[in-house]
């Protein structure tokens, strides 16, 4: 891989900016026997809770027009097991780590991160967006002050690794929350998760997901998503990593030129495991046909009329 | 180990309204493949892959057959495709049966669920008796396939329009009455899986059963798949298709 992809994101650097959203890419491990992980620019595992959760009763997907709503619910192992299991495992990838987090109360946030500051991970992606989860999940995202009061807890317990933070689609104002975020101390935004969604199955008059509502993915919400992109990143310092239905390279380019620094790809890997590679390729393969130095040179390049 | 690709449709027919039957030969995958595994088989124009059973596996000539009924407009986009057409698959998927060795077996397929039985059936030859159940006669499916597999076939109608008139577990249950089988594979609608992991529990017969949930990923990272399970005492929510789709019937909470 050519230097034309590198790129640093909040001081670390990624060998592309091509990272696997959280949730939809487990630990790595379903995917290693197809590729090696040391091709993706790093990887944002599976979002992680304080203690072990069991997630909402299925089913939990349906599909919709381009996309698919997703009604997981945080089903995890718990910081121990991800800290002591899964991530030392994921250390020998030679791919950026970042960890997902996620807690019901501010308290919760701040413990988790205090767990994994020791450890090795290369970023803390604080998710406050869940709209799968009773408790915190997106109640944190939707309120500028609470945003704000969750990022400052989580804040002060990361000494030393960069904290970017996740926001919800479903808000009024997405550079409210974003400035809000951003005074709180946080190094970086992503964005978006997914937007809160519902299917009726007509024959039982019942909603498919049990738990009625869920999240929206894949590249019906891919509009949304570079707008907010846009916005967001007009209206913060901060770098912002950009997702919400990217399934194909020029995708890619063009949320980064929406403003993103780099993207992850979540539900398009369902249709195609080998889309983040796909998506790499096709970038490199753009950047030297159009002389392209470094992928960097086309963050926030869009010309707004 | 899975593979992904596009593979050539070599055999396609239907073998009764709605019910197509296809060959694809796929050697990578079908070396990998093992009774009871499926496969997230592409729809195009849709965004979410159709998990189907692998229904046979000829390593030999590298090939994967799979059975399946058109139940919405996923499974309609898939049976539009023609011999020599290419398939979209991620295959071999899950974990499949588990093969005893100078066994007895059993095999209960319930409608749509009986193409998954033909792979396992085919291990046992002689030794497996296949109790497959059909609304009616004319969806009766797999049962020449059966028999040339060297199976004892009961065929079962819920009309009576062919076989027995009834459910599969009245001969199921004769079955365990007088020759007690090593053990029961099933896969078909839940409420006839809960039947006969009752009747397993009550003869004390070995019982694995498929399972199906909604998909996504197929491959255990997505954990949409969930399915209620039981070990040792605990509840869990499990992942159809890495946990199973085939689990011991003691470990399946069916409530
Ligand atoms: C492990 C496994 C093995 C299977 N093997 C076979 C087989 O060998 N032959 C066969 O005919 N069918 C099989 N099925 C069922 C088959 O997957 C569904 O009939 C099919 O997904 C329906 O898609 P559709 O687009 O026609 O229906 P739609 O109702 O339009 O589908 C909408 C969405 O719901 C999902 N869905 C709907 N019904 C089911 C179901 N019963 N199970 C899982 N997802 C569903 C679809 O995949 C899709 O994402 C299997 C299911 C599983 C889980
Ligand atoms: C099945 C599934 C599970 C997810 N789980 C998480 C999670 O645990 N933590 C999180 O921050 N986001 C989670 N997400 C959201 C994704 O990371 C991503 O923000 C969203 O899906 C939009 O990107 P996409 O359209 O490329 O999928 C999940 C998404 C899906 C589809
Ligand atoms: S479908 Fe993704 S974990 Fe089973």
Known sequence: MSERLKVNFCGVEFKNPVVPASGTYGYGREYESLYPLSKLGGISVKGTTLYPRQGNPGPRVAETPAGMLNSVGLQNGGAKKFLEYELPNLLTKDTRIIANIAGSTVEECAELAALIEPSAVDMVELNISCPNVAQGGAAFGTDCTVAAAVTAAVRKELKTKPLMVKLSPNVTSITDIAKSVEAAGADALSLINTLLGMRIDIKTRRPVLKRNVGGLSGPAVFPVAVRMVWQTANAVKIPVMGMGGIATWEDAVEMMMAGASAVQVGAAIFNDPYAPVKIIDGMERWCRENNIANISEIVGTVQPW | ?255
């Not at chain 2, 050539?8 to 694809?24: L, Q, Y």
């Not at chain 2, 577990?169 to 089988?181: A, I």
């Not at chain 2, 090593?182 to 004390?204: T, V």
């Open chain 2, 1 to 255: 180990m899975y593979v992904q690709g596009s593979y050539p449709i070599i055999e396609k027919r239907a073998i009764a309204k709605g019910i197509f039957d296809m060959t694809i030969l796929c050697p990578d995958a079908a070396a990998l493949a093992e009774p009871g595994q499926f496969m997230q088989v592409a729809a195009e124009g849709f965004f979410l892959r159709r998990p189907i059973s692998i229904c046979e596996i000829d390593k030999e000539h590298g090939t994967l057959r799979i059975v399946f009924e058109v139940r919405g407009k996923g499974t309609d986009k898939i049976s539009e495709l023609k011999r020599g057409d290419n398939i979209d698959i991620i295959a071999p998927l899950g974990h499949g049966f588990t093969v005893l060795e100078d066994a007895k077996a059993v095999c209960v397929g319930g409608g749509i669920g009986t193409p998954p039985m033909l792979g396992i059936a085919e291990k046992y030859g002689s030794n497996a008796e296949v109790i497959s159940g059909f609304r009616t006669a004319a969806i009766a499916i797999l049962q020449d396939d059966f028999k040339a597999a060297g199976c004892k076939t009961t065929l079962c109608t819920d009309d009576g329009t062919a076989g027995f008139h009834g459910f599969v577990t009245e001969p199921l249950k004769k079955r365990l009455e007088t020759d007690k089988p090593d053990i029961i594979y099933a896969c078909g609608p839940a409420p006839m899986l809960k039947g006969i992991a009752e009747l397993a529990k009550e003869y004390g017969v070995r019982c694995e059963v498929s399972l199906e949930q909604r998909m996504a990923c197929g491959v255990g990272a997505c954990l949409v798949c969930v399915c209620k399970t039981v070990k040792d005492g605990e509840q869990f929510l499990s992942h159809v298709c890495k946990d199973g789709p085939v689990f011991d019937s003691k470990e399946v909470d069916f409530t």
